[in-house]
């Protein structure tokens, strides 16, 4: 959890990197974000499926494989074309992998919310810390170089780590989940709008408050990328702080407390814009157990031996959200500027905490989730 979020991070802070290096316009810039995206799409809609289907261990295993060797090619190459390709399974080799991690974590610990807000506590350090130690090295390709050499080296050392654990396979039945069902739930579409506003406002700020800040707050990389790293500091956290409430308030009700505390601090702080930094991130607190919590909300409305393809299933169309969003940003940065083009983030925050309201008010089965 530490190493795939501090990979993920590197991605939005070296972006005015790629974009000097590669003699990019914001469009293309984007597309290096938006095919990211894409693979997070195809590893959640196979691999969900494939997680039910395969021994935990070496599903988790092989997935671990392929994000190591793409980040294997960040280190040895300078291709534009090259970093494309290699977004695609190292982003969506990471989601995967955390994801994993969430939906196995309630079939080992009896007290699964903490334990999720724990482990994700310690992905907090990672995006935190890659953020804050990367932007200070973020001036060329050689930072971005040798930071995937030592994620890369961490890798192989949790690869080893992961080969002596025990971890629960999937209950094999004979009828297998079928993802057109899943859609049909009432709550599933919810869900992925629930998800899609999660994405492009948590995503959208990672990716590209670094470079809002330089063009057009008049802010430096490396204080763009403090106020990122303060963001999900105060995420990392408020990640620990509430692990213990979580089960006491109950997954639904915190969801709905600290989404909608979240969007209120995230819309204010884009509002007031240079001043408004401060309360930006310490919205991270208010969203530090969003996505935990959402992956164990969606798999809570299923089957345990579907929970895997149910949640994969969702997500991946929910990225479709983070695809799009990233697919066309560039562009609208372009024609209405930075300053204009930022308000699409809170008004995702806000409708993620207006429809989670709405699931809860609409869903009989929410009735039984606290």
Known sequence: MLITAGSDALR??????????????????????MISYIGNLLFLSVGGTLSDRMPRKRFIGGVLCIWTAALTMYVLTENYYVLLVCMIFSM???????????????????????????????????????????????????????????????????????????LPDPEQKQQKPDPAAILKTPQSVLLILICGGYFISEHGLQNWLTSYGGE??????????MYLSM?????????????????????????????????????????????????????????????????MLIGSFFDPSCAGTATGFILSIATLFDIGFNAFFGSLVEGVGYGK???????????????LIILKKTVKKSAEIR
């Open 12 to 33: 939005g802070v070296f972006l005015p990197q790629f974009r000097s290096s590669f003699s990019l316009s914001e469009p293309q810039a984007g597309r290096i974000i």
């Open 92 to 166: 969506g080799g990471s989601t995967m992998i955390s994801t994993s991690v969430n939906v196995v974590t309630p079939l080992m610990f009896a007290s699964p919310a903490m334990y999720v807000s724990i482990f994700n506590f310690l992905q907090g350090i990672g995006i935190t810390a890659s953020q804050n130690i990367g932007g200070r090295f973020a001036d060329s390709l050689k930072g971005w170089h040798g930071a995937n050499a030592i994620i890369v080296a961490l890798a192989v050392i949790s690869f080893a780590l992961l080969m002596t654990l025990k």
């Open 216 to 225: 057009h707050l008049g802010l430096t990389v490396s204080k763009s990328a």
């Open 231 to 295: 963001f999900y500091g105060c995420m990392t956290v408020g990640r620990l702080i509430l692990a213990p409430f979580i089960e006491k308030i109950g997954i639904f009700r915190c969801l709905i407390i600290t989404s909608s505390v979240g969007a209120v601090l995230y819309t204010a702080g884009i509002i007031l814009g240079r001043q408004g930094l401060i309360l930006l991130g310490i919205s991270g607190a208010a969203y530090s157990v969003l996505y935990p919590l959402l992956v």
């Open 341 to 355: 083009a930022i308000f699409v983030l809170p008004v995702a925050s806000a409708v993620m905490a207006a429809l």
